[in-house]
């Protein structure tokens, strides 16, 4: 498994367990330890974004790019849990302020209000578990997408690698046709230069042999003219 993988498992599992932490918000009610857990696990995530970027800028063209489309989508859902996060916050302190105006009055309606928080609660406690499924889908599709992708890219790289070495091939079998053909040309040369070397000599040997039988009869026609 490559670090950029267990990067990605660890920031799934940190994801699913900051969602949980969320939903226990409405629910627990010394929230101060809850909090720094959740602030916590929300700034390691950032930090495996982070590290995430940087190992994505090691891989290969193919693998970068679906590499990036992964992280962006774990950045937006970085953010959408922190949204939800800052909302949780700013609900539950909405509900102890209205609980705190309760206890001052000291109205008899404390007791359907408890009762309509503690439902309020079981209901975002619904929500909260619908969020974690959904996420964990969204997770398992995103993964199952990645691996998809993964095993496209890899048959990919095989066309490519086997297209390389078609083209190397071929580069050698041309540089040989080259080299044949230059031996071809020089042998061919090199028979045109014998050829015009015989023909020079059988030219040479003719001449030759004219002016011997141009001389053979002016001695004999010479030699019959003074015997005259």
Known sequence: MSLLEQYEQQYATLIA????QIGQIALVSERKELYAKIDGGLVEAQELLEQMGLEIRELSSIQRSTATSKLNCAQVELKRLQNEYKKAREDCLKSRKAQAINLAIGDDEDYYEDVSISHDQRQRLLDN???IERTGNRLQEGYRVALETET???????DLHHQRETIQSSRARLRETNAELGRASRTLNSMWMRAMRQKVILYTVGGFFVVAVVVSIYLTFSSSARKA
Do not use: N
């Open 152 to 158: 496209l890219g890899a048959q990919v790289l095989g």
């Open 17 to 20: 367990e900051i969602t949980i």
């Open 129 to 131: 578990s619908e969020r």
